[in-house]
């Protein structure tokens, strides 16, 4: 069988220990970036679907949640409907560090289509979106109790 997970594991372990040397002088901590750039992207999320869109449970992003609100780089509002759920939204602290995030991922991500042609990126991209796709269906049944068969 072709290997993919040891590279995407190396690949994903590299620019995440480059993104944390690079942050800390924005003082975001170990992963921190990743939280401020998808409630930018997706203004007034909640607390479940942020742990969904990351992959992580909801009780770690709610400690880098409750972290980054202490840092004044998230605000949690109450929904306008439903005063119980709580919503996440960049402050302006967060908005003027969003573009770096943006800038290195962008970066980060041309780096690493160095020498694709457009088609062949594009390609990669679907096959990758493929695996994630793959890997989210275990991921949701492990969360939810089930074992996997080997």
């Not at 401020?36 to 770690?60: K, M, N, Q, S, W």
């Not at 290195?104 to 990126?121: K, M, V």
Request: charged share 25%.
């Amino acid at each position: 069988m072709t290997e993919i997970l040891r590279p995407l594991g190396n690949i994903s372990r590299a620019l995440d220990s480059i993104a944390n040397h690079e942050f800390q002088r924005v003082q975001l901590t170990k992963g921190q970036y990743l939280y401020l750039a998808r409630v930018a992207e997706h203004p007034g999320i909640i607390l479940e679907r942020l742990a969904e869109l990351l992959r992580v449970d909801r009780t770690t992003a709610a400690r880098a949640v409750q972290k980054l609100t202490a840092a004044g780089v998230l605000e949690k509002r109450p929904d306008d409907t439903n005063r119980k759920i709580k919503r996440l939204f960049v402050t302006a602290q967060g908005e003027q560090v969003y573009p770096l995030v943006k800038r290195e991922n962008d970066y980060s991500n041309g780096r690493a289509l160095q020498g694709f042609t457009p088609a062949e990126a594009a390609q990669l991209a679907s096959y990758l979106e493929r695996v994630d796709e793959n890997v989210a269906q275990d991921w949701v049944a492990v969360k939810q109790g089930q074992t996997r068969t080997y």
